[in-house]
């Protein structure tokens, strides 16, 4: 019985999902939507040059710990180091540079939950001095790699 | 220094809003100030606890009614909040019975979705790609 129950579960659910999908799709669409497809419509970048800069990002996402040069990320790209800063930056509204510090404080904002001392978070993320990432922590996050680690330990719930 | 440590979303019942934002979004209450009829309420992500807080703000003005209702009408969310997996968001709060006006589409350089977050607002998610 079993399989025909799931049987009848999986045609019961994907029907649903049709009918979602076909009343979605016969609704007018709103300003907002319309908005939405009007500006997309008019950027000028074609869909493989999303996919081209997606790898830079995840090779950012891979080899942050390490050191990265704007090189292996417009390698990554299979672009010219000047066309793959001007299109990251018109693609995200920040350079690549900018993009993997914020990737890079975000990590260690996550080691730094998970209990890792600062030194070792500090290497971890790809930095070589505490005291270059101290500053820069501060600088993106407002608050020292240590007030953070202490806000943290009163904070948790 | 001037900081930037608040957000705001307008909402009918702040009971109801503070369920819906915990409850259902996943935030956390962060303040609870009693002001008059009213509260000084916020939530925070639980990931960012000492971040930037998002204030449920009772709407007790009128003009501002008219604003948050246009925006609501025009399809227009009120704000917008960052996901890491829009797709997997977008189950998880379907299976809670969240409503979506736009399920997860391409947007350019992100996958973004709206909802309903019954408190008068449509609120994106957004995950970068």
């Known amino acids: ?157 | 220094m001037i900081r930037i440590n608040l957000t705001s979303v307008p909402v009918e019942d702040q009971e109801k809003a503070l369920d819906f934002y915990t409850r259902v979004l996943g935030f956390l209450k962060k303040r609870d100030v009693p002001l008059g009829e009213h509260k000084w309420l916020t939530v925070v992500s639980p990931e960012e606890q000492s971040g930037v807080e998002l204030l449920l703000e009772p709407m007790a003005f009128e003009p501002a009614r008219l604003y948050q209702q246009s925006l609501k009408e025009a399809g227009i969310p009120w704000t917008s909040f960052a996901v890491d997996d829009i797709e997997k968001e977008y189950q998880r709060l379907s299976s809670l019975g969240v409503k979506f006006s736009i399920a997860p589409r391409e947007a350019g350089p992100v996958m973004i979705a709206v909802l309903d977050d019954t408190c008068g607002n449509y609120i994106q998610l957004m995950q970068e790609l």
């Not at chain 1, 090189?71 to 990251?88: C, E, G, P, Q, W």
């Open chain 1, 1 to 157: 019985m079993r399989p025909l129950l799931q049987a009848l579960y999986d045609t019961v659910r994907l029907t649903c999902l049709i009918a979602v999908d076909v009343h979605m799709s016969k609704k007018p669409k709103t300003y907002f939507e319309n908005e939405l497809d009007r500006i997309y419509r008019e950027i000028p970048f074609r869909p493989e040059q999303y996919v081209q800069v997606r790898q830079s990002k995840a090779f950012m996402e891979e080899f942050y710990s390490d050191r990265v040069e704007l090189n292996d990320l417009a390698k990554a790209a299979f672009m010219s180091r000047f066309h793959y800063v001007r299109i990251f930056q018109r693609m995200y509204g920040l350079t690549p540079r900018v993009y993997l510090r914020d990737l890079r404080i975000s990590k260690a904002k996550g080691l730094i939950r998970k209990g890792l001392s600062i030194t070792q978070v500090c290497f971890e993320i790809g930095y070589e001095s505490v005291p270059t990432f101290s500053a820069v922590f501060k600088k993106c996050t407002g608050y020292t790699p240590r007030a953070y680690q202490q806000l943290h330990k009163s904070n948790l719930e």
